[in-house]
Each structure stands twice: as structure tokens, then as C-alpha cells.
């Protein structure tokens, strides 16, 4: 059974930093492009941040030059570094990602539970 786990959530002022880790872990075979969304009090889950497995970055507008995305393949976790934090960076952070597990080799969506992030101005 593979699982996401994210962690580093919390509270933190205007300006800010946070890092946010999501660790996979079970019976993996390898893990492709993974994904940080962020979902805002009473709107949809958006895509801020996305890493493939040859370690290729995009953002979205609103997180450029502010987050920064990565991973480490050897401890199958990946991080979310997030700097000059804004009040509307609230909400909910999930990981998602595609991971072959042992059972079949084929890559499959998992998701994480999220972790509650909360700027304060």
C-alpha cells in the first residue's frame, strides 16, 4: 500500500517562510511528476508547484520566484519551500504524485491528506 504523507504546516506571520515535506512510502518501484495544490477557503484546488522525475520545475504566477519546488528520490519525499508568505497563501497544501508500486509497475495517482497552512497579516 502506497501513502503521502505531507508535514511542515502551521501558522507564521506576513513574510514569512515555511516548508512543507510530502514522504512516500509502501511498496514503491519509482515515482514520476509530482505536484504541490493549494486549496483556499471556499475555492477550488489549484496547482501551484509541479517537479517531474528528471527534476524539471514549473509554478504557477502567483508562487513564482517565491516558492521553490523539489525532491530527493533517495527518501522518496518531496518539499515545498515557501518564502515572502502572503495572507491569501492560506489554506489547505496537498501533495499528489504518480507512483509505480511493486504490484504492478504501472504508475497510479496518490494523494496526501493536506496540511493546513495560515498566514497571518
Known amino acids: 500500500q502506497v501513502q503521502l504523507v505531507e508535514s511542515g504546516g502551521g501558522l507564521v506571520q506576513a513574510g514569512g517562510s515555511l516548508r512543507l515535506s510530502c514522504a512516500a512510502s509502501?511498496?514503491?518501484?519509482?515515482?514520476?511528476?509530482m505536484y504541490w495544490y493549494h486549496q483556499a477557503p471556499g475555492k477550488q484546488r489549484e496547482l501551484v508547484a509541479v517537479?517531474?522525475?528528471?527534476?524539471?520545475?514549473d509554478y504557477s504566477d502567483s508562487v513564482k520566484g517565491r516558492f521553490t519546488i523539489s525532491r530527493d528520490d533517495a527518501k522518496n519525499t518531496m518539499y515545498l519551500q515557501m518564502n515572502r508568505l502572503k495572507p491569501e497563501d492560506t489554506g489547505i497544501y496537498y501533495c499528489?504524485?504518480?507512483?509505480?508500486?511493486?504490484?504492478?509497475?504501472?504508475?497510479?495517482?496518490?494523494w496526501g491528506q493536506g496540511t493546513q497552512v495560515t498566514v497571518s497579516s
Open positions: 517537479i517531474d522525475d528528471g527534476a524539471g520545475t
Open positions: 509502501g511498496s514503491i518501484f519509482s515515482i514520476g511528476t
Open positions: 499528489h504524485a504518480l507512483i509505480a508500486p511493486y504490484s504492478d509497475y504501472r504508475l497510479h495517482d496518490y
